[in-house]
């Protein structure tokens, strides 16, 4: 899987001048969703503000809440540890399911997905770091409404691309 590094130096430097807006984090999505064989709404952007993060991409979460980095979200985990992480059992491990919740997917018009087919079964979770600092996360997930329904597993050379994908992407985390 190729990390299509031609258009994402297009996107990264078209975000470098601007930041992380609304805009350049639906653009970036639209092309992570692509990479990685998920739904747009299905990668998470997470800027680090302070002593929190808060989602940039999908929008609808920017205001919804924050993560606070001293709670055991995996975000929180992936800032403190800088590691990269794939977790193929997320519903079946402990964790907050406030995020879950807000239905990111639909459309106004477009017929809302089930509750159950919303749930995180796989996720990815990258650390973007720059100058050795965090400045955000990025995490991929598939949801569905159980882990065969949700789709693959996510491998260890995805996670490397990913890795690689957001040390691209940190110049535009400011």
Do not use: W, Y
């Amino acid at each position: 899987m190729a990390t299509s590094a031609p258009h994402l130096a297009q996107l990264t430097a078209a975000c470098e001048t601007e930041g992380l807006t609304v805009a350049n984090s639906e653009k970036l999505a639209v092309e992570l969703a692509r990479i990685f064989g998920v739904k747009q709404e299905e990668v998470g952007i997470l800027r680090l503000e302070t002593d929190s993060l808060v989602f940039v991409h999908p929008a609808k979460l920017h205001n919804v809440g924050r993560i606070p980095l001293n709670s055991q979200a995996v975000a929180a985990h992936t800032a403190h540890s800088k590691r990269p992480e794939i977790i193929n059992s997320f519903a079946r491990t402990r964790h907050a399911t406030f995020f879950e919740m807000v239905d990111v997917s639909s459309k106004p018009g477009e017929k809302k997905p089930a509750k159950e087919d919303q749930i995180i079964q796989k996720l990815m979770s990258v650390p973007v770091i720059l100058v050795n600092q965090v400045v955000g996360i990025i995490q991929i997930c598939r949801k569905g409404a159980t882990a065969p329904a949700a789709g693959a597993d996510f491998t260890p050379p995805e996670l490397q691309n990913l890795v690689a994908v957001a040390a691209l992407l940190a110049k535009c985390f400011h």
